[in-house]
């Protein structure tokens, strides 16, 4: 039905818009929206208002319990997802942190105390956050509707207790007597698509029933569509109103029994419909706002409605269709969504050819994503994890048509190639350095020879056996040979580890998390079958003072110290030690028949003496993260099975990882070289710049995949 004309007693009201894509806004990390994970619903209130009051979406209690967030099924693979437990991780942290602070005494961290600092497992998503969009992220509001909000509501309709069904109940004579409810969030543009559902329960005398969305600063006596920044699409005649009381013809009428869905694509800012599972269209196209709620509108007696914001399957196959998006490549088996698939290809499309074509230049390359960006939690760019295979060797390099082609192949050369070189894969950067020399010097004399390309790209791989130590260093780590690996480093770059403490304490930590493998690996808890004391770790554990069961750290006897001049003195009293536990290798194989227990127990010992060691030079050590890294490596020793324990990421090959690449920088950085290659700053500082876009709520980015879409 068309809308009647605005009458306004006065003059109309002006309300400020809501934050636009478009315009300039209050950045998010000047906000505060509490700690309330996404889709927490909020508490039903004492009476239901009869007039838009208040909106769900204000800053919520600190106080709300901390739980993972729930969103819809068909987000899993989504950025939202990625955002939301991410954000969920980083307040569990702060929350858990705070904790212990309330607990803390001046005596050093137990392992005891470890059990109060939970940590919740990555989803394993590459989603690596710089220091200040870890911030903006613990701030931002991404709480998406689950119900509607009964203190934004019109007049005349009832909720039930879940305040998810409504019920029209005025006299509906005319037009004045329209009403509206609002959900208790707004669609977020992070999820790219946001999609939900109403049923049809009945439809009243003349089923006047709209649905779709609006802003929050729209008056609720009015239908869905009929008044600026509102959208909606009514049962009673079909038609789409957008902004306006003239609607336009669009699809079915709908009445009791149906089902009736609307999907929001923040990616082109458009709007369709399902009716029962079928997909009707685009509706709406250049939607305005980044705040837009779902909306429901009555306008007769008996008029009565049920959402589903994704807490049940829908009657749409959604999840399909968001998946199907994200490949852009398999055929959508649903006739009805063909042409909806061809406009979503069509715009990824666009969106990647305009990214294309920003040119990149040299200068652009070498400056990267610069020193405000942090160094990756967990991986480094997909193609190179620190693992001791060396990559594949590269295609040749292919044939190059012009002098610009050929400036361009020469920087993505020269950056693979040196990427090759920073994670000392030196037979592959050898192979694929002699292929791009031979390429240059065949296009050089197909085409104008150029004096720029007369740089030999073998000339970069400078110092082959830099390469090859590095690489030693790298197998060591990766292998969990703490001791090995710290004892190259000393011997190839001595100034390294006594440059940098931290990473002398990480390595000493980690060698602690390695003897906790080692000791549930031979009780059987990991996956694979238990094995025997592997050479690779044998210097770790090649002396033990046998511990009872249930000992604390403190329980453990204390090797007595020799003076040492630096706090890296555990390795060195290690080495001391095992040159003496070797006079008795011949007692050792007499007692080779010892029950299995005994070995456990000296295993455990291993662990619980150097452990206590570990603890005795850091526990006073004041800085956070050194605190919170004993905790979490001390952790392991509280949990009969470390491997299923809430610390359990602590024994994940990402660690090793983790590890290889901090020493591997810091060793290049004490030879003047670049502490990250050129390609893990490009690759990084396009990750930043989506994180920066999704914070925004540009639903582009959104739409965006680093790995799928542009590597």
């Known amino acids: 039905m068309s809308a009647p004309p605005r009458i306004y007693s006065s003059s109309p009201p002006r309300f ?15 906000l505060n929206f509490g700690n309330s994970p996404p889709l927490h619903r909020l508490p039903p209130p004492s009476s239901n208002s009869t007039t838009a009051t208040t909106s769900a979406s204000a800053p919520t209690n600190a106080m709300e319990p901390l739980v993972p967030p729930k969103y819809p099924k068909y987000l899993d693979s989504s950025s939202y997802a990625e955002l939301v437990q991410r954000q969920y991780e980083l307040r569990l942290a702060a929350y858990s942190s705070d904790k212990h602070r309330e607990s803390a005494d001046a005596t050093p961290i137990l392992v005891n105390s470890a059990v ?7 989803s394993g998503q590459p989603f690596h956050l710089s220091l200040d969009n870890a911030d903006k992220l613990e701030d931002l509001d991404l709480k998406l509707p689950t119900a ?6 019109g007049h005349c309709v009832e909720l039930s207790s879940d305040n998810r069904r409504l019920k029209y109940v005025g006299v509906g004579k005319d037009d004045t007597d329209a009403a509206s409810v609002r959900a208790n969030f707004p669609m977020r543009p992070q999820c790219g698509i946001f999609y939900f559902e109403v049923e049809i329960v009945s439809k009243g005398r003349d089923g006047y029933i709209g649905i779709g969305f609006c802003w929050q600063s729209n008056l609720l006596n009015r239908l869905p569509g009929w008044d600026d920044h509102s959208w909606g699409y009514h049962g009673d005649d079909g038609h789409s109103f957008c902004s306006s009381g003239n609607g336009k013809p669009y699809g079915p009428k709908f009445g009791t029994g149906d089902t009736i869905g609307c999907g929001v694509n923040f990616q082109d800012m458009s709007a369709f419909y399902t009716k029962n599972g079928v997909d009707l269209g685009t509706a709406f196209q250049g939607l305005q706002g980044a705040s837009l709620y779902p909306c429901v509108g009555f306008r007769t007696p008996g008029e009565q409605v049920e959402v589903n914001f994704g807490e049940r399957e829908f009657k749409f196959d959604i999840e399909h269709y968001v998946k199907v998006r994200e490949r852009g490549k398999e055929d959508f088996t649903m006739v009805q969504a063909t042409n909806t698939l061809a406009r979503m290809q069509e715009a990824k499309g666009k969106l990647l050819a305009d990214i294309s074509n920003i040119p990149i230049t040299e200068s652009a390359i070498s400056r990267g994503a610069g020193d405000s960006i942090s160094t990756p939690s967990k991986a480094a760019p997909p193609s190179t994890p620190a693992s001791t295979s060396k990559p594949s060797s590269p295609a040749p390099p292919p044939r190059l048509n012009s002098i610009d082609d050929m400036e361009s192949s020469k920087i993505l050369h020269e950056v693979v190639l040196s990427y090759m070189v920073h994670h000392g894969f030196s037979d592959s950067a050898k192979t694929f350095a002699k292929d791009i020399s031979e390429s240059r010097k065949t296009d050089s004399m197909a085409l104008l020879k150029d004096s720029s390309m007369d740089t030999d790209p073998i000339d970069l791989i400078r110092d082959e056996q830099d390469i090859q130590q ?8 990766m292998a969990g040979d703490v001791d090995k690996a710290i004892n190259l480093c000393e011997e190839h770059y001595p100034s390294v580890l006594d440059d940098n403490d931290m990473l002398m304490f990480k390595l000493e930590c980690h060698k602690f998390i390695e003897l906790m493998r080692q000791y549930a690996e031979q009780q059987g808890f990991h996956p694979k079958l238990a094995r025997s004391c592997s050479s690779s770790t044998k210097s770790a554990i090649d002396t ?17 110290q020799r003076g040492y001049k630096r706090r890296r003195s555990i390795h060195e009293e290690e080495d001391s030690v095992d040159s003496l536990s070797n006079n008795d290798d ?13 070995s456990l127990d000296g295993l455990l010992g291993t662990a619980m003496t150097y452990g206590q060691q570990l603890q005795q030079n850091y526990g006073r050590d004041e800085r956070p993260e050194v605190q919170s890294t004993l905790v979490e490596t001390f952790s392991l020793i509280a949990y009969r099975d470390p491997f299923q324990s809430p610390v359990a990421h602590v024994l994940d090959d990402l660690r090793r990882d983790e590890l290889v690449n901090q020493l591997n920088s810091a060793i290049l ?9 050129r390609l893990e700053h490009m690759y990084k500082q396009t990750q930043v710049a989506i994180q920066e876009l999704l914070f925004s709520g540009n639903g582009k980015a959104a739409m965006m995949d680093l790995r799928k879409d542009v590597l």
């Open 16 to 30: 400020p818009p809501p934050h636009s894509l478009h315009t300039s806004s209050i950045p998010f990390s000047s």
């Open 470 to 477: 590095r690489q030693e260093i790298r197998h060591a780590l």
């Open 544 to 560: 033990y003072v046998p511990a009872r069961e249930g000992m604390d750290l403190d329980d453990v006897p204390v090797p007595q």
């Open 148 to 153: 509607w909000n009964p203190n934004d509501k």
């Open 669 to 677: 950085v004490s030879r003047n070289l670049p502490g990250m290659p």
């Open 586 to 598: 011949d007692e050792e194989d007499d007692d080779s028949e010892d029950d299995e227990e005994d």
């Open 116 to 122: 109060r600092n939970p940590k919740v497992k990555s």
